[in-house]
């Protein structure tokens, strides 16, 4: 498996599926995907119930379905979900949002939650060889 074809799809995603936990039960939602710097990052409101749920337990899996040349496959992740208070980092992320100042006036806004996404491994179903991958993050390049 090519770790560059793993990496040109997350590069050219902007949108996933986010899997968390609460009381046992599943909870999967479609955000805004931002991957940066070889992270995914994403972004809330925080009153919505995923940041609520993301405190109580932040193990999480996400779901990008991708377009190949010949049909479509999909990346799927686990790992865990990690509130960013640091107020660099959220700046800085503030300015790769496309859609930020549409929801916040500034990075420092409470109601802005940025969140990081620890990937421990990726599940790639190759679109073009229809072949399923798993990738270990540390291996992504």
């Keep these: 498996m090519n770790k560059k074809k793993l990496n040109e799809f997350l590069n050219k995603s902007d949108l996933m599926?986010?899997?968390?936990?609460?009381?046992?039960?599943p909870h999967v939602r479609c955000m805004a995907m931002i991957y940066f710097e070889d992270t995914i990052w994403c972004?809330?409101?925080?009153?919505?119930?995923k940041v609520?749920?993301?405190?109580?337990?932040?193990?999480i899996e996400i779901c990008i379905l991708i377009e190949g040349e010949k049909d479509i496959g999909s990346i799927r992740g686990n790992g865990k979900?990690?509130?960013?208070?640091?107020?660099?980092i959220r700046k800085k992320l503030s300015k790769k949002i496309p859609f930020f100042k549409t929801y916040w006036?500034?990075?420092?806004?409470?109601d802005f939650t940025l969140i990081k996404l620890e990937i421990n491994e990726f599940m790639?179903?190759?679109?073009?060889?229809?072949?399923?991958y798993s990738i270990l993050q540390n291996l992504v390049e």
Excluded: M, V, W
């Excluded at 599926?17 to 039960?25: E, M, Q, R, V």
């Excluded at 979900?81 to 660099?88: E, S």
């Excluded at 790639?124 to 399923?132: E, N």
């Design 105 to 110: 006036e500034s990075s420092e806004d409470d």
């Design 81 to 88: 979900a990690i509130i960013i208070t640091d107020p660099k």
């Design 17 to 25: 599926y986010l899997a968390t936990c609460s009381d046992g039960k």
């Design 43 to 49: 972004c809330s409101k925080s009153n919505r119930l």
């Design 124 to 132: 790639f179903h190759d679109p073009d060889d229809k072949q399923f």
């Design 52 to 59: 609520q749920e993301i405190k109580q337990n932040d193990s």
